[in-house]
């Protein structure tokens, strides 16, 4: 089985054009069947004023079908608490961080401002 409940993914919805806004949802696997995945997390949207990435209050439940060419699909260490996970500006990067030692790198180039 590709997914397992309790697995935590990073859901990264795929831009199409270069001024759509980056969208991400992170969350914990319920269950997973027939290429489909039910996901308890948050999503999160960038404010354009700041250019902040802010966590919607209220988890979401998401159904999501795993190999959708509209998602890029990260699966994160088991460790992580998804109600802890944050995105911050970090050495001129986005990040994604636990703040207790995970950090993923969400840049999209290899060099220049990537927030």
Do not use: C, W
């Amino acid at each position: 089985m590709l997914l397992q409940s309790s697995d935590k993914i990073l859901l990264a919805h795929r831009r199409l054009f270069d001024r759509d806004a980056p969208r991400h949802f992170v969350g914990e696997v319920i269950a997973y069947e027939d290429r489909l995945a039910k996901v308890r997390g948050y999503s999160f949207v960038r404010n354009a004023m700041t250019g902040e990435h802010i966590r919607k209050a209220d988890p979401r439940v998401k159904i999501v079908p795993i190999g959708s060419p509209a998602f890029l699909i990260y699966e994160l260490p088991r460790t992580v608490t998804v109600d802890a996970l944050r995105f911050i500006a970090q050495d001129d990067r986005l990040v994604l961080t636990d703040d207790a030692g995970f950090v993923m790198n969400m840049a999209e180039a290899t060099s220049g401002s990537s927030i």
